[in-house]
């Protein structure tokens, strides 16, 4: 019984201690790259951040077709409108 307790102490010091790797996909200070299989890559750049119950990221519009002839400015990322996280 001691054992364990000295065991859940030292656990329970050392805690605030301890640190993790940040595996996010998306963050709002960095561009994130991703490749596909056949090597194409592409980034994501977050234009701005909703913090209420999640998170919501907004990415930068991208140029985008509209048809075979006319293409729009405004377009959604090719990661969509916002990303909830």
Same mark, same amino acid.
């Given at each position: 019984?001691? +054992?364990?307790? =000295?065991?859940?102490?030292? =656990? ?6 301890? *640190? =993790? ?13 991703? $490749?596909? =299989? $056949?090597? +194409?890559? !592409?980034? /994501?750049?977050?234009? $701005? /951040? !909703?913090?209420?119950?999640? $998170? /919501?990221?907004?990415?930068? !519009? ?14 959604? *990322?090719?990661?969509?409108? +916002? /990303?909830?996280?």
């Amino acid at each position: 019984m001691k +054992k364990v307790i =000295a065991i859940l102490w030292y =656990a329970l010091m050392f805690l605030p201690f301890l *640190s =993790a790797q940040n595996y996010q996909t998306i963050n709002r200070n960095r561009i994130t790259y991703f $490749s596909n =299989a $056949s090597g +194409k890559i !592409k980034c /994501v750049r977050i234009d $701005s /951040v !909703k913090n209420e119950k999640d $998170s /919501v990221f907004y990415p930068f !519009k991208n140029i985008r077709p509209l048809n075979y002839m006319c293409h729009t400015p405004f377009g959604p *990322s090719w990661i969509g409108e +916002k /990303v909830i996280i």
